[in-house]
């Protein structure tokens, strides 16, 4: 079963405008990561922040992590068109040998 | 570009068929998994290998198997094919430690008719 939630299940901003998209999980986590998805294909890694950090920056993504409330957010600021894709939250439980749960994405659309 | 490669790219069978798929890596990346995903969801861990044996499986029957060979490459084995089989299979590669970022490749779409 998934282990995570995200929220929202789908999203429609103008290009210009920033895109936050949250992420729940149940258990205790070594790692959290997010990743990218285009139309079905592979997925594209784009950011992990640790257990012990609660907030980390690459480019335009902000990723924020809140242990206590089993949550983590990814903001993506002045989206473009390209932008457009699936992303989903996977995490790495504590203890685990490297396994990733992954929740069941948000579909961003960024319009020109 | 994660350097992560699978084959085929796209493949159909029929039901009670079996099937490999194929995933490699650059050098260094000592741990794959693979993983399921179905239309419009995200995806499911399978399995796990580090020097080529298993060591973590996720909610999947037998007949999903796989092989880890000493260049760590790997490959899944999928016997007696369902209509539920039909997905995206993905492999992922990584070093050695749960702390390492995992590099996935585009994937090998399956579908069983």
């Known amino acids: 079963s998934q282990q995570g939630e995200e929220d929202p299940q789908a999203l429609s901003i103008q290009e210009g405008e920033n895109a936050t998209m949250n992420c729940s999980y149940k258990t205790s986590i070594n790692n959290l990561q997010w990743y990218r998805q285009n139309s079905g294909r592979g997925l594209v890694h784009l950011i992990l922040i640790r257990s012990n950090e609660r907030e980390k920056h690459s480019g335009r993504l902000r990723v924020t992590l809140d242990t206590s409330k089993k949550s983590s957010s990814l903001l993506i600021t002045a989206s473009r068109a390209a932008d457009t894709a699936s992303y989903f939250c996977?995490?790495?439980?504590?203890?685990?040998?490297?396994?990733?749960?992954f929740g069941q994405g948000t579909t961003l659309q960024v319009k020109p | 570009e994660t350097g992560v490669t699978q084959s085929p790219t796209h493949l159909i069978k029929t039901r009670g068929q079996q099937v490999t798929l194929r995933c490699s890596s650059q050098?260094?990346?000592?741990?794959v998994s693979w993983y399921q995903q179905a239309l419009g969801q995200g995806p499911q861990f399978i399995f796990q290998y580090y020097r080529e044996e298993e060591n973590g499986r996720g909610n999947f029957p037998p007949r999903f198997s796989g092989l880890q060979f000493p260049n760590y490459s790997s490959e899944l084995n999928v016997n007696a094919l369902e209509l539920d089989d039909s997905a995206l299979y993905l492999c992922?590669?990584?070093?050695?430690?749960?702390?390492?970022?995992?590099?996935f490749g585009p994937g090998t779409r399956l579908l069983v008719l």
């Open positions: 996977a995490t790495t439980p504590s203890g685990n040998t490297g396994k990733l749960i």
């Open positions: 992922a590669c990584r070093r050695e430690g749960p702390r390492e970022t995992q590099y």
């Open positions: 050098s260094g990346h000592n741990t």
